[in-house]
Structure formats: C-alpha cells, structure tokens
C-alpha cells in the first residue's frame, strides 16, 4: 500500500522539514499491524517525492479477534486487499509517522507550515465505494484537481471489466498541514470502512482534522456518517458540534467579549475570586477526581493543577480552537511527566450524553450555562445530573440584579455577547432547586464577590451534592 507525495515547492527538499523526515534515509516505523516505511524516492531542489510503504502483516490483522468477529469466514481474513490498498491503515499511519507534519508544527522553519506549495500526491490502489465521481465531489471542493483511472479487476480477463478501486492522483497548492488531514480523513470514506471499532472517540478525531473545511464541504453529511462508520448517533452529534464549533459569530469574536466581560468585572477581580472559591470548596468535599465542562481556556485547569490533592483533572468545550488556548496557557507540552497523566483536555458538547463525562468525584460548570440556548438547558441537566452523576456539581453564573453596580455596562444590558440570559437570584434558586429535586440531589447556594445589601453579590454559585 502506496502514498507519494511529491513538491515543486522551491527548495524542494523543504518537503523533509516539513516532513520531520531527511531525504536521505530511509526509515521504519512499527505499527500494530505491521511497517511503515518512510523514503524519498527523488529528491533535488526542483522536485522531492516522499514515499509512505506499509507493509501490512495480515497474521496480525486476525490476532486478538475471536470466531464470533470471523463472520466472513476465515479465509478473507487471510486474504484480502487490505495490504494492498490505501484504508484507515493508512490514515493510521500518517497520524503516527507524520504526527508533528499532521499538526502543523516545525520547529526549525515554522514558517514553511504556513505556506501554500504546489502538491502531487498520488495513490495507486484507492478502493473508491462510489467510483471517480465521489472521488471528485470529496476532493475538489477543496481545491484539488482529480485525475482517477479505474483500474480493471484483472488485466489478463477484460471481461471481468472493472474494480472499485482507483489509482487516483491529485494536484493542488496547498499546506502540507491541511493536505495531511484531507487524506486523514477522505481516505477512510472513500473506503466506507474501518479496521477498529468506532465510538465517540472518534467524533474528535473528525473534529479536530476536519477544522476550517468540513463545515463548509458541501458533502459533510456523507463524509461524516461514513467516516463515523454510519453510525448515526455519533453522526449526527458530530454535525450539531461541527455547526457550533465553526459558528464564526461566536468563534471570531469570542476572545473580544471575553475581554470586555473580564473588564466589567475587573474592578473587583471578581475571577480571581470565582477560581479561588470554586477551588477552596472542592478542597472542602475532599475531591479527587474533578472535570470541569465548559473549561474554556483553561484558567480555573491552571488553578486546579496547583492543588496537589486532586488525582485526575479534565477540561471539556465545544470549541477546539479554545482548547488549543487552553493546552499553551496549561503548557501541557512541557508538564513533568505526573502531571501530564493528570490532566487531559477534551472536545466535547455539554448537550450530548458522553461516557467521557463518568467517573468523576466533582464536575464544575463556571460561567457556561448562560451561554446555552434555554431550551438546550434541559439537555445539559441530564447529561450532567443523569448521566454523569458526580457526587458534587458546582455551578456558577451571573446574577443579573447585580449589573447595575457595574459603572462600565450600560442599562439593561447582558455582561457578555454571548450570554443568551442571565438571571436574578431568585430565578437561579428555582432552576436549581428544581433540578435537585428532578435528580435526586441536595442544593446550597452562596454568593461570590462583595455582597450588596440591595442586589447581592455579582456570581452566584450552586452546589449540588448527592
Ligand atoms: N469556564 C470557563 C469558560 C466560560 S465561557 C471560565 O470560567 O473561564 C463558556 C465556555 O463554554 C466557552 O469556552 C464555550 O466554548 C463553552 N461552551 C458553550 N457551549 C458549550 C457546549 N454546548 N458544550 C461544551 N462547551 C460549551
């Protein structure tokens, strides 16, 4: 199985930069289901050709799997096109031999990352269910020109006429970045198929190679579905986060608002004062395990990190760009090795019921329900109080009566752009004392920030205990 990659970019042999991968050698990379060979078959100033080999052992394909998964007999497990053919083995193996390429880093010339360059690539068995026409609506929408020759299913017997395979080969000026996560994700669905089982896992992983082009592919709907293996729960979860994550209203602009909110508040470092609280009572309930939803860019994660008695940390938002602030500010790069395994941020929705979310002591919701639609509200409350179930849920927002203290906000107006409500104190107590007893939960409330005889303080917090 076959992936070249060729540049006319000048000097061609940047391709190697890029790539992590001198042109000179030629190395090996072992992967579960076999090697991977990496090795320029070309390379000058003018033009440079990377190779991509897998030598896929198909004894290893059929380890691990028991008689009940041998539903089509135990022959074509042994003989099949998988070792021939371009699959999610291949996707596999770009993510792990070109991982650093893959996320838009080079250390030594990351300007190069940037840079749109003139690309072959070609593919010489490309099992294609949908035949050259699919091939084209998946890759020229995003700028690729597609020459695909149907190869026959035996030279020697005509008659046989044609398989579903393709030697496809694309040309496009592109990053090498973007060109990496196109094939990741586009060669898997033009096989319809997976080697591994799908779960939600997954809907990340199309998430975060599918960002800033699958939103706006105008076949997104078939890329995901069989991409997620046609499984359509975890589809269509993909497909309302994809329209929420790339929601440039709030993307472009969220960093702005977030700023005129924090400058609002400023005067009493009523942020400071959240963290501070919201770490002090989860010292209180002894927590170990703590996942904050909606973690944002990460500025409670930094806090409860210092505190040395929490085993396990998790930040979970919508948004992969925010995330990405998220793991700079935390520099979970450079972490000593205890507290990498501690923490570990994830992509996610707070509306979709997630695995991902159970088996913790303490779960925060800081400053996020306000920015949900109320009636995606009652989504998160199960999610959150249903099916996640951690013994203690700390949640804060807003109170609205408190904005006429602010001398910066103008009458009547919310605190942030973004926020679709805000609420006084009363309004809040009867959400959560009705949530509580909706789900089975007891529920205090208290105030953060200077309380004011007349309005209160200007957060204030939930918490919820079993
Ligand atoms: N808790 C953080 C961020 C608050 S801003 C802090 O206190 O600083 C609200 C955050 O909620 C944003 O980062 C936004 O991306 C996230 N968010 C909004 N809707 C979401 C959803 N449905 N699922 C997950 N995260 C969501």
Redesign the pocket.
Known sequence: MLLTITTTHQPATDLGYLLHKHPEKCQSFSLSFGKAHVFYPESSEVKCTVALLLDINPIELVRGKSASDNREGTLTHYVNDRPYSASSFMSVAISNVFRTALSARCKDRPELVEQAIPITVKLPVLPCRGGESFLRQLFEPLGYQVEGETLPLDETFPEWQNSSYISATLHNTVRLCDLLSHLYVLIPVLDDDKHYWVGEEEIAKLLRHGEGWLNNHPVKEQITSRYLKRRRKLAKIALAQLA?EDNPD?EET?AIQ?EEEAAIEKPISL?QQ?LETVTETLKEYQVKRVI??????G??LCYLLKNKSLEQITG????YR?LEIAKSRLKLDNLPFHQQDKIQLIQ????YRDKRFQGYDAA?????IE??DLN?LAA?ERVLFEFAQPKLVIVTTPNIEYNVRFASLASGKLRHRDHRFEWTRKEFQDWGNQVAERFNYEVVFKGIGDVDDEVGTPTQMAIFTV
């Open positions: 929420e709030i969220d977030a942020n959240r904050d939803l909606g973690c944002g860019e500025k409670l979970v938002d919508v948004a925010t996610g929705s707070l509306i925060t919701v800081i400053e996020v920015h949900l995606r998160l």
